[in-house]
T-cell receptor, first 108, second 115 residues
Framework: KNEVEQSPQNLTAQEGEFITINCSYS?????LHWLQQHPGGGIVSLFM???GKKKHGRLIATINIQEKHSSLHITASHPRDSAVYIC??????????FGSGTQLTVLP | DTGVSQNPRHKITKRGQNVTFRCDPI?????LYWYRQTLGQGPEFLTY????????KSRLLSDRFSAERPKGSFSTLEIQRTEQGDSAMYLC?????????????FGPGTRLTVT
């Protein structure tokens, strides 16, 4: 079993829909990260959080430490949101442990 | 500073050849990480440096792999006697280091194809 599990693996939505991507982890963490990866490989950090909730524009990330679960929400989705979204955690070591990613496709 | 840069962006090599990749981190960052990503998977940790010291290496990093960060600035990752299983995207990231957890900034990656 992977230390970081994401669901769903693939998600197709219509423009304007509310989207949720889930992440569960099985280890103790210092922080949880949500990352976005576009075709070609570039990875951009969206959020780093260790408790509660963060919001940036149409993106919202939440974490429940007791349940070892985090969600990434996208409100009013747009085709330009199409990308792979990756959940990663930082434990006692400083490197990231990644989930396998969620491929999001938003159709116009 | 324009962010983390990696060179080359693409590398095609024949099995058995040696390859070297370079990563230039954000200049203020003292931590530098190497990750590897195969198609359809999330990245996997290879190794990281704090300044010039290599602090941790993954078991994925066989003895054919070596990484250096002389003078705590740029880093190189060398793969000797490449195998087809080495084909992957090699990602570099950098961050501030110390007591707290800091966001990591990723380079564009080097895509290696071993034929």
């Amino acid at each position: 079993k992977n230390e970081v599990e994401q669901s769903p693996q693939n998600l197709t939505a219509q423009e304007g829909e509310f989207i949720t991507i889930n992440c569960s982890y099985s280890v103790g963490i210092s922080a949880l990260h949500w990352l976005q990866q576009h075709p070609g490989g570039g990875i951009v950090s969206l959020f780093m959080l260790s408790s509660g909730k963060k919001k940036h524009g149409r993106l919202i990330a939440t974490i429940n430490i007791q349940e070892k679960h985090s969600s990434l929400h996208i409100t009013a989705s747009h085709p330009r949101d199409s990308a792979v979204y990756i959940c990663a955690v930082t434990g006692s070591a400083r490197q990231l442990t990644f989930g396998s990613g969620t491929q999001l496709t938003v159709l116009p | 500073d324009t962010g983390v840069s990696q060179n080359p962006r693409h590398k095609i090599t024949k099995r058995g050849q040696n390859v070297t990749f370079r990563c230039d981190p954000i200049s203020e960052h003292n931590r530098l990480y190497w990750y590897r990503q195969t198609l359809g998977q999330g990245p996997e940790f290879l190794t990281y440096f704090q300044n010039e010291a290599q602090l941790e290496k993954s078991r994925l990093l066989s003895d054919r792999f070596s990484a250096e960060r002389p003078k705590g600035s740029f880093s190189t990752l060398e793969i000797q006697r490449t195998e087809q299983g080495d084909s992957a995207m090699y990602l570099c990231a950098s961050s501030f280091g110390g007591r707290y957890i800091y966001e990591q900034y990723f380079g564009p990656g080097t895509r290696l194809t071993v034929t």
